[in-house]
């Protein structure tokens, strides 16, 4: 053994908790450190992947990633501390294995009991891997999550990136930062805003002609979005089309199963919706609207006037996902119950 791995060969945990976890054979500078031990309780925790050890004392993050982060929380009395999802510093996620992690979530949920916080946020792959046992952080940032202490007691899990993907990667600080303002509104504050969403179905001709008579030459804008049985424009059918203003949305059921309209009925029901989609006097709003319009044209509609929000987003921010509930999560996160 050279000087250099038998530098820490003597450093073993004390823990016996920890028996039987491969990490207390790599030479690290500690082990088992219990960093939330004599801590008191917060409002808001941030979950690093592992600890930071450095010059005899530890850390969960370094200053340059905690100052990312508390530049982006509010100003005022919240209580906010840090903690380590695995005990031993410097540990990938590479070394967790499934008989390491169990070992190491003993300490995490008797962590989370310690700080008892309204609110979680655990940073990166590892750190939300270990809290909540799934994987997949760009998938999953910004989603909730509950976690179940030892104690029984609910917690509020909000997966995020880590600061230093942030510093690595500066394109996803806008993610990042949104991320934490609007889980703070939502499940601190409790800014929450059921809104006054409703929609009509047209289940008959006369429906029909009664709810989209407004739409036919309204000059006001009007989002539209289809339902389709697949992806395939010219195999596939439009089952139901949706015709929303500031007034409330229509439900147009065309080609679903359960369409209240005769093979008579459904012509006029086409002319109906050509009429809405080809008046020149306003915008139609799509998400995606390639997707729509290929349906739409197979059927001889030839929408006008289209703005397309996937489009307009990325002119506004290049770096930010664009999926219809990736921009609903960003800018009304308080109107949705489950993310």
Known sequence: MSKLDSLYSGCKSEVSEC???????????????????GQGTCDILFISGSVRYQYGESSAFSR???????????????????????KCPSVKEADMSPS??????????????????????????????????????????????????????????????HPFAVIQEPRHKYLFETDIKNAIDKYIYEKLDRGDFTYKVAMSIKDLDVLCANLLNTSEPVACDIETTGLNFLTDDIMSISFSTQQGTVVVPLDHKDSPFTKEEKPHVWVVT????????????????????????????YPKNIYDTKIM??????????????????????ELENL
């Open 64 to 86: 340059p990633e905690w100052d990312i982060i508390t530049e982006v929380l509010p100003d005022n009395n919240l209580s906010i501390k840090s903690s380590a999802a695995v």
């Open 274 to 301: 050509r009429k809405i989609l080809e008046n020149t006097k306003n915008k139609k709003i799509f998400h995606n609207a390639k997707f729509d319009v290929k349906f739409l044209i197979n059927h001889g509609i």
């Open 100 to 161: 390491n992690m169990k070992i190491c979530r003993e300490f995490l949920e008797r962590t989370i009991d310690q700080y008892q916080p309204k609110l979680v946020f655990p940073c990166g792959n590892l750190a939300m891997k270990m809290l909540i046992k799934k994987s997949g952080i760009t998938d999953k940032r910004g989603k909730s999550f509950k976690f179940i202490s030892q104690n029984d007691q609910a917690t509020t899990v909000v997966p995020i990136f």
């Open 313 to 334: 987003h990325h002119l506004i921010n290049e770096n930010a996902p664009k999926s219809l509930m990736d921009l609903v999560k960003l800018y009304f996160p308080t």
């Open 19 to 37: 028996d039987g976890c491969s990490i207390l054979s790599k030479n690290k500078p500690a082990h088992s450190i219990m960093d939330f031990e």
